[in-house]
C-alpha cells in the first residue's frame, strides 16, 4: 500500500515540475474545443400535441370499421411527411424566402425530412415535432421557422383528414359512375342482343332460358306430374270400385211403405259409401240377408227410386277422371316440348350454344352492373357519414410555440465538457512526458535502476532570490489556470445572455 502511494506522490511530482507544460496543453486543447462548440447551429424545436378521436357509433354501422378509421389516421401519419406534404410546408412558412428555384425547394424538403417527427406517443395521442437549424438565419429567425413548420403540419393534417376525404369520396364516386354507365350500356347491348335472338329463333327454341335450364325444368315437372298421376288413378279406382258396389236406385214397396229388403239395400249402400269393401263381416251378413228377403218374394214388391249416395259418387267420379285426364294432357305436352327441345339441340347445335352464350354475357353483365350500383350507393353513403360526422376528428392539445431556448447542442455543458477535456489532456501529456524522460525523482528508483547502492541524497537548497522567482512563477500558473476557468465560465453567461436574447 505504501509503494502504491509512493507511486501516487512520484507521478504527481513528476506532472507538477512539467504544469507549464500541461498549462500549455489545457489551453490549446480548450481553445481549439470551445472554437468548435461556438461553430455548431443552434437548434430550435417546436413540439405540439395532437389528440385524434375516431368515430366509431354511425360509421361502424355502415361498414367502417374501426380497424380501418385507425388505418386512415396511419395513412395520414405516413402521409404527412411525404414531398408533397413539406413541398407545402417549404412554400407556406418563411422557408419560401429562402428558395428561389426548384432546386431550391428540393433540398429544403431534404432537409425538413430529417427535421419533422410524427410518434403517437399513446392511444390516439400524437406528437408533432419540427426542428429549425439553418445557418443562414438567426437564432430567433430559428425559433420562429419551427413553430411555423409544426403549425403548417398541423393544418396539412386537418386537411388530409378533411378535405382529403372529401376529394377521395368525389374521385370514388365518379370513377363509379363511369363504370356503371359504361357498364349500363355493355348490359343493354347484351340485352338487345338476346332479344332479337329470341324473335329470330322464337319457333325453333320454345320457352325461356337455356336448353339445359328448360330440359332439366321439364324433366323435373314431368317427374312431379308422375306422382300426381299415380296419386289420381289409384283415387279413380277407389271410386270405381265403390262406385260399383254402389246401387242406382233404392228399393221402395207399392203401397209407400219401405220393405225389409229395401232397408237391407239401404244399409249395404251407406256401409258401401264409408268405404268397407265387399268382404267386411258386416256387407257380407247384409248380402245373406238380402238374398232371403229375395226368396221370400220380397222384390216384386219393390219398386226403384234414385239412390242419392250412387249420384254423389258418380259426380266425384267424373271429377277424378277429369283430373288424370288433365295431368295425361299436361304430361304429354311437357314430354312433346322436351323432345322438340332434344331434337332442336341435336339438329341446331349452334343456335343453342348461340343462346347460352348470350344468357352468360347477359347474366355476368348483369352482376357487374348490380355490384357497382351497390359499391356505389355504399361510397356515397360512408362519404357522407365521413363529411357529415367526421370519420377522424382530432384537437390540439399542446399548440406550438416559439421556443425561447435551443434543443441542441446544450453548448454550457459542452463548453464545460471541453474544459475537463483539456484539463485532462494537460495533465496527461505531463504525466507522459515524464514517464518519457530518464530522470529519477528518488533515490530507491535510482538505486533500482543502476542496480547499485545509493550512498545519499542532497537536499535543493533555494536562496532569497530562487524563493521569490518561483513565487512568482506559481502565481502566474496560479493566474493561468484561473484564467483558463475564467473564460469558460465567461463563454457559459454569454451563452445564456445570447439565449435571453433571442
Known amino acids: 500500500m505504501s509503494g502504491l502511494y509512493d507511486e501516487i506522490l512520484i507521478a504527481l511530482h513528476g506532472v507538477w515540475n512539467r504544469r507549464w507544460l500541461a498549462l500549455a496543453v489545457a489551453w490549446g486543447i480548450c481553445m481549439v474545443g470551445w472554437l468548435v462548440v461556438s461553430l455548431i447551429p443552434n437548434s430550435y424545436e417546436s413540439k405540439a400535441k395532437v389528440y385524434v378521436q375516431t ?28 414531398a408533397t406534404n413539406l413541398e407545402k410546408v417549404v412554400r407556406g412558412t418563411d422557408l419560401a424566402q429562402t428558395v428561389s428555384s426548384d432546386r431550391d425547394v428540393a433540398a429544403k424538403v431534404a432537409a425538413l425530412r430529417t427535421s419533422i417527427k410524427v410518434v403517437s406517443t399513446q392511444d390516439n395521442l400524437f406528437e408533432i415535432t419540427a426542428s429549425s437549424s439553418d445557418t443562414s438565419l438567426s437564432d430567433g429567425a430559428n425559433a ?53 335472338f329470341e324473335e329470330k329463333y322464337m319457333g ?14 321439364a324433366r323435373t315437372e314431368i317427374n312431379s306430374i308422375d306422382g300426381q298421376l299415380v296419386a289420381a288413378q289409384s283415387a279413380l279406382s277407389a271410386m270405381n270400385s265403390q262406385l260399383a258396389g254402389t246401387p242406382a236406385t233404392i228399393a221402395g214397396a207399392s203401397g209407400g211403405g219401405t220393405t225389409a229388403l229395401g232397408s237391407v239395400l239401404g244399409e249395404i249402400a251407406a256401409a258401401k259409401a264409408r268405404g268397407w269393401t265387399e268382404n267386411h263381416p258386416d256387407i257380407v251378413a247384409l248380402r245373406r240377408q238380402a238374398a232371403a228377403l229375395k226368396g221370400q218374394g220380397g222384390a216384386s214388391a219393390v219398386t226403384g227410386t234414385p239412390n242419392p249416395t250412387y249420384t254423389s259418387l258418380k259426380s266425384m267420379q267424373a271429377e277424378r277422371a ?52 351497390a359499391d356505389r350507393e ?16 382530432f384537437r390540439v392539445i399542446d399548440p406550438p410555440a ?19 477535456v483539456g484539463i485532462g489532456g494537460g495533465i496527461g501529456t505531463a504525466f507522459a512526458m515524464g514517464q518519457v524522460q530518464t ?10 535502476a543502476a542496480g547499485l547502492p545509493v550512498i545519499g541524497a542532497i537536499t535543493e537548497t533555494l536562496t532569497t532570490a530562487q524563493h521569490v522567482v518561483r513565487k512568482q512563477r ?3 500558473f496560479l493566474a493561468g489556470s484561473g484564467g483558463l476557468a475564467g473564460v469558460c465560465l465567461l463563454l457559459v453567461a454569454v451563452e445564456f445572455v445570447q439565449r435571453g436574447m433571442a
Open 55 to 82: 368515430q366509431s357509433i354511425l360509421p361502424g354501422q355502415i361498414g367502417i370499421t374501426p380497424v380501418e378509421q385507425q388505418q386512415g389516421v396511419d395513412r395520414v401519419k405516413q402521409t404527412l411527411a411525404s
Open 144 to 196: 420562429r421557422l419551427s413553430a411555423q413548420i409544426t403549425q403548417k403540419l398541423i393544418d396539412i393534417f386537418e386537411e388530409e383528414n378533411v378535405a382529403g376525404n372529401r376529394d377521395e369520396t368525389r374521385q370514388s364516386l365518379a370513377f363509379l359512375d363511369s363504370q356503371v354507365a359504361a357498364r349500363g350500356k355493355q348490359l343493354q347491348d347484351a340485352d338487345q342482343r338476346r332479344v332479337e
Open 204 to 217: 325453333l327454341l320454345p320457352g325461356a332460358g337455356s336448353i339445359s335450364t328448360r330440359m332439366d325444368a
Open 322 to 373: 277429369a283430373t288424370v285426364q288433365a295431368l295425361q294432357s299436361r304430361k304429354s305436352q311437357i314430354q312433346a316440348d322436351l323432345n322438340a327441345m332434344s331434337s332442336r339441340q341435336i339438329s341446331e347445335p349452334g343456335v343453342a350454344s348461340e343462346q347460352e352464350r348470350l344468357d352468360r354475357e347477359y347474366e355476368a353483365l348483369k352482376t357487374q352492373y348490380d355490384k357497382l350500383l
Open 378 to 393: 355504399q361510397v356515397r353513403l360512408r362519404g357522407d357519414v365521413q363529411n357529415e360526422t367526421g370519420a377522424v376528428k
Open 402 to 420: 416559439v421556443p425561447s431556448t435551443p434543443a441542441a447542442p446544450n453548448r454550457p455543458l459542452l463548453l464545460i465538457a471541453v474544459l475537463i
Open 439 to 448: 530522470t529519477y525523482p528518488t533515490a530507491a528508483r535510482l538505486e533500482k
Open 474 to 476: 506559481l502565481k502566474l
